[in-house]
């Protein structure tokens, strides 16, 4: 479209007002007022586009922000006090815009990124690339229903939706028209997605065999309980010929797509992952492995048996020529190239040079200058990895107990003494204190580290994922009840769970810091 436009007008104004309400963090707070009032969530710009037939050059853009940390009110005098593109002209206030070879017009990329690996290419299979295959995560249109803390909750609502959906299905068999203009529509008792419609329309019966409860990841260091199944999740990806029936021993690096909207980062798992778990606006997902239903024996005694699975690597063979070709006579693995891809993709080196690259396109791979500098970012990833996908085992930070020494704590209903409804920082309003968490009532932590929310995943401190995720919540549309202590009680057998989960975050937030901290400078060769 860019291109089009500079190809069909002779000038391009472009006014951009900000006002992005679908960021976080401090781009958020630069972004500030939408002109629109809370009316728009979106950013806004004012573009006057000029086609003269008598002009002998065409596709000149100009372009104006109107600046960071305004709000609404300050924004419109703005707008009003240069009335026109001639006001703004007058202070000399446009900045010429000469697109690149991809016809960006801000934020472009390095053309150097072209000339690293792709990690994964779905489109041209004619280009090398390193994974051959990746896949989103789950997106089960209904999470409320599809995931819980509590398994036996969770089969209680799935059984309970499938019992609406059967009933349904029976009841609107005969009619004639658009199945919509006949299906109950009661968030209490199911929830429709396209493609449950699709099979109530067709007839299928669904039933508690069409999935299984398995552990997920749903967003960063926050495991649940998600039914997985074709049927009741309405994208499942690849992610069964990645951990097929959701118990494969795999481990996927998840990392945004192209058009992510905050900062780049990106996450490992050995859990079936979410579609947000490692990216607000969904993340992909590159796996070590990928499993492969094996054919039927022909004939013979096992003759209509499946042989079962098949595991093979899934970085591509190309891939590993590619890194065995840049270190000739070394000993490269496809295990230590997942680990160093892995390193790099944590680099701040790597982040800031290629920002505007990972933006529009999934990242790419270099090969660093010296096989010294490939060791220690292949290190780095294995610990790294090691770090985010074993959270729940690492040592909990020792943070101070405003209560005193656990030891002497008398429990006599330790459900009751480490329930958690809501963590919150210390401090008041205007005034956090982040050194200072309040678990419940009975436990409040001090001198928790300020530096152990530098590391950010997926838009946010690790630590304040926990806060946000170890809470009760209840979804008003259906009365679902989500509880992190069912998940503490049921599974972990530790009411202390989410407490300790806090502490153990906090020593994976340093961890991860130092080792970030202490990765070589990118050195890519010429």
């Known amino acids: 479209m860019r291109a089009c436009l500079a190809a069909e007008f002779t000038d391009l104004y472009v006014f951009h007002l900000r006002g992005n309400a ?56 703005i707008i009003r006090d240069f009335g026109s593109v001639k006001g703004i002209t007058g202070v000399s206030g446009w900045e010429r815009i000469l697109p690149d070879d991809q016809n960006d017009w801000l934020n472009q990329r390095d053309v150097s990124f072209d000339a690293f690996i792709k990690i994964g290419d779905k489109k041209d299979k004619s280009e090398q690339a390193l994974f051959s295959m990746y896949s989103l995560g789950v997106a089960t249109g209904r999470d409320v229903w599809a995931y819980n803390y ?34 109950t529509f009661d968030a209490k008792s199911i929830s429709w997605t396209v493609g449950l419609k699709r099979d109530a329309a067709r007839n299928i019966p ?58 780049f980062s990106t996450l490992m798992t050995d859990r079936v992952p979410a579609l947000h778990a490692a990216d607000r606006d969904g993340a992909q997902y590159f796996p070590l492995y990928l499993y492969d239903q094996q054919d039927e024996e022909p004939g013979g005694l096992f003759e209509g048996q499946s042989s079962g699975l098949q595991r093979r690597d899934a970085i591509a063979d190309a891939g590993l020529a590619h890194f065995r070709a840049a270190y000739p006579g070394e000993e490269i693995t496809k295990e230590d190239i997942f680990y160093y891809v892995y390193g790099p993709l944590h680099s701040p080196d790597y982040r800031d040079r290629y920002a505007d ?73 205007g005034d956090t204190d982040k050194t200072t968490v309040i678990y419940n009532a ?80 990118l050195e890519i060769p010429t």
């Open 22 to 77: 679908r960021t976080s963090g401090e781009r958020r707070r630069k972004e500030k007022g939408n002109v629109f009032g809370e009316g728009s969530r979106a950013p806004v710009a004012i573009s006057v586009f000029v086609k003269n037939p008598e002009a002998t050059e065409h596709g000149r853009i100009f372009f104006r922000e109107i600046g960071d940390y305004l709000d609404q009110k300050q924004k419109l005098a």
């Open 150 to 183: 509590s398994k036996s909750r969770l089969a209680k609502n799935i059984v309970g939706l499938i019992s609406t959906y059967n009933d349904e299905r029976v009841r609107v068999s005969h009619l004639q028209g658009k199945i919509e203009d006949h299906l």
């Open 206 to 263: 669904l039933s508690s065999n069409d999935g299984r409860p398995v552990k997920s990841l749903y967003r960063p260091f926050d495991r649940e309980w998600l039914f997985f199944g074709s049927r009741l999740n309405e994208r499942t990806g690849q992610m069964s010929q990645v951990f097929d029936d959701g118990d494969a021993n795999n481990l996927v690096i998840g990392l945004p797509g192209p058009g992510f909207r905050g900062a």
């Open 357 to 429: 690259n990972l933006t529009k396109e999934l990242p790419r791979i270099p090969c660093v200058k010296t096989w010294a500098d490939f060791r220690a970012f292949s290190d780095a990833g294995r610990r790294l990895g090691d770090l985010h996908v074993n959270y729940e085992t690492v040592e909990p930070y020792p943070v101070t107990y405003k209560q005193g020494t656990p030891a002497l704590w008398k429990l006599d209903d330790p459900k009751a003494f480490y329930r958690v409804t809501r963590m919150k920082f210390g401090g008041k309003r």
């Open 442 to 521: 009975n436990i409040t932590m001090t001198d928790v580290p300020l530096e152990a929310y530098d590391y950010v995943v997926n838009g946010k401190p690790a630590l304040e994922w926990v806060m946000e995720r170890q809470v009760v919540k209840t979804d008003k549309a259906s009365g679902i009840v989500n509880d992190a202590n069912d998940f503490a009680n049921e599974t972990m057998g530790n009411p202390a769970y989410p407490l300790e989960l806090f502490q153990r975050v906090i020593t994976v937030s340093l961890e991860t810091m130092k080792i970030v901290n202490a990765l070589p400078a």
